[in-house]
């Protein structure tokens, strides 16, 4: 069984995979992994790229070393949640509901839309968090505990190709388990210098411990936001990051992904959550409309996935849920 991970430890496999190079500092149960030479001060690029490059070169980067792109989760999951709040729900049909193989496997760029973003003491969202964000995942079942070590270290490939050396990296967590229902697993988060970037989880099915897989998972903006170092508010909303204020710049882009996803507001079900959103919007916050800025997000979005509804009837629609006289 693999409920204590006594055989083997999660520190031994890592110190494995990723070699002498690495410090392990354990204490009881907290485990923490930074290069010998972590002291050194991180120079951002001089060049930030467009959202679609950035996406392509971690694309191009998994390929190479054989993880394929995955397909996206439908934005209405409508199982646990009206929602996808993860790209790890594609290994529920796993890790939960005991069938041989998961949703989907490899690296997806997948959209999400979820409400558990920290706030600030006046309710705006915190640095580095977003109501909706691509979810940058690889999401993997697996044979053994070695490949979980080994494939974290292919993410710092990853990371390296973006420009963020493993010098600047360094991976903590408890290496103690928790459990969710059907599903068990210990969690070890990653970071770029003082930024922190993501998580790689090592899941298993409770009852039967050889149904495991990886769920390694950051944010594209989080990882251009720890890239660049630009203020987060610039680089999240552009040219509009100070027309209105920070929650309602939020709700225009997660309503942009809703709409053009084909979640019209409803009283019910996913379009309540649309509603919802577009709540926290006064509709006489741009006299000129909304076009520009929803144009903009439908453009960010259809990057990474097809919308089936067009900007202009996006904005019909958004608009038409704020009253907005034209």
């Known amino acids: 069984m693999l409920t204590n991970l006594d055989a083997p430890h999660p520190p031994a496999l890592l110190r494995k995979a990723l070699g002498p190079r690495w410090e392990h ?18 120079h951002p690029p001089r060049r930030t790229p467009p959202w679609p490059e950035l996406l392509a070169m971690i694309e191009k980067t998994f390929a190479e070393q054989g993880v394929l792109q995955a397909p996206c989760l439908p934005l ?77 270290d292919e993410l710092l490939t990853v990371l390296s190709r973006l420009g963020m050396h493993a010098r600047h990296i360094s991976v903590h967590g408890l290496v103690t388990v928790w459990r969710r229902s059907e599903a068990q697993g210990i969690t070890l988060r990653f970071r ?21 897989a990886v769920d390694l998972g950051s944010a594209l903006k989080r990882l251009a936001w720890a890239r660049s170092r630009l203020p987060w508010r610039d680089l999240i909303f552009g040219p509009w990051a100070r027309t209105a204020p920070r929650n309602i710049l939020d709700a225009l882009r997660t309503a942009t992904l809703l709409l053009g996803d084909g979640t019209t507001p409803t009283a019910r079900g996913a379009g ?21 800025v929803i144009r903009a997000h439908h453009e960010f979005w259809s990057a990474v996935t097809a919308l089936p509804v067009a900007w202009p009837e996006t904005t019909h ?8 006289q034209r």
């Not at 649309?274 to 076009?291: E, K, M, N, Q």
């Open 192 to 212: 770029h210098a003082d930024l922190p970037l993501g998580d790689t989880v090592l899941h298993w099915n409770a009852t039967n411990p050889a149904r495991m």
């Open 25 to 42: 500092m354990v204490d009881g149960a907290d485990l923490e992994m930074r290069q010998r030479d972590h002291g050194t001060r991180y």
């Open 317 to 324: 629609v958004l608009e038409a849920e704020l009253g907005v």
């Open 76 to 152: 209405c999951w409508g199982r646990e949640t009206e929602l996808t709040i993860s790209a790890v729900q594609a290994l529920d049909f796993l890790l939960r509901e005991g069938r041989p193989v998961p949703y989907h496997r490899g690296f997806p760029a997948q959209p999400v839309v979820c409400f558990t973003g920290q706030r600030n003491a006046d309710d705006t969202l915190r640095n580095r968090f977003l109501t909706s964000f691509v979810n940058v995942s690889r999401v993997e079942p697996i044979q053994d505990t070695a490949e979980y070590a080994t494939i974290l």
């Open 272 to 292: 309540s959550i649309t509603r919802r959103v577009l709540a926290t919007v006064p509709a006489d916050h741009s006299p000129f409309g909304f076009s520009a």
